[in-house]
């Protein structure tokens, strides 16, 4: 079954370090997604990608947290400097993108796991 | 604001027995509503979505109703089985137009006792 990878699976840092993660979608997905989840939260959209074009980042803190896809396949999500609150798990999910298709299922990675001391 | 709520944190339930996990929005607009469960250390995954225009959908073991004048939907889970202990997310999107991500419920851990 396709799945969606993502890496580092944990990554332990210091404040004010930058940080980075990887995402490759499912292989013709489109439409790749960025989310946080903070412990006893749902996960909160940072960034939506259509193909390598930016559809919205308007929740993405553009101070310290940068994201691309150049060449509309994998992704990278980076934060410079990580703060205390930056801890969180950071999901890659991807769907097809297909207008008017019914539900948007996303698949979700498994996730990085982010501890900033 | 948070469009979609899921209101109890944790549900505990015999196994055998119907699980019934609740989720309210506050926007009329959502065209469709989806449940993903979640282990620890894993990603989402999707249970069962429903279109604003049913009522029901049904598959195996699992069953979301939607009352939209309520703004309320439920997943029934039955017969429960201790492998369906997990975090269940409830959440909504528009019609897809290229721009509508999912919006997210804060869960509800459901623990299933063998």
């Known amino acids: 079954e396709a799945e969606v990878a993502q890496s580092p699976r944990y990554k332990i840092t210091e404040k004010s370090q930058a940080v980075a993660f990887w995402c490759d979608p499912i292989?013709?997905?489109?439409?790749l997604y960025w989310y946080r989840q903070i412990l006893g939260q749902g996960p909160e959209l940072l960034v939506q990608f259509q193909d390598e074009s930016v559809v919205d980042d308007s929740q993405l803190p553009k101070d310290r947290f940068s994201a691309e896809r150049l060449k509309g396949v994998d992704s990278t999500l980076k934060i410079q400097p990580a703060e205390l609150g930056d801890s969180a798990m950071y999901l890659c999910?991807?769907?097809?993108?297909?207008?008017?298709?019914?539900?948007?299922?996303?698949?979700f990675g498994a996730g990085s796991r982010l501890t900033v001391l | 604001d948070q469009q979609v709520k899921q209101n109890s944190p944790s549900l505990s339930v015999q196994e055998g027995r119907i699980s019934i996990l609740n989720c309210d929005y506050t926007?009329?607009?959502?065209?469709?509503f989806l449940w993903y469960k979640k282990y620890p250390a894993e990603g989402p995954t999707f249970l069962i979505s429903?279109?604003?225009?049913?009522d029901k959908n049904e598959d195996g073991r699992f069953t979301v109703f939607l009352n939209k004048s309520a703004k309320h939907l439920s997943l029934h889970i039955v017969p429960s089985q201790p492998g369906d202990s997990a975090v269940y997310f409830c959440a909504a999107s528009f019609r897809f137009s290229g721009n509508t991500p999912l919006v997210f419920g804060k869960g509800t851990r459901l623990s299933v006792i063998a």
């Open positions: 999910a991807s769907s097809l993108g297909l207008a008017n298709s019914g539900a948007n299922v996303l698949t």
């Open positions: 926007n009329s607009m959502f065209d469709y």
């Open positions: 292989s013709g997905h489109a439409t």
């Open positions: 429903i279109s604003s225009i049913k």
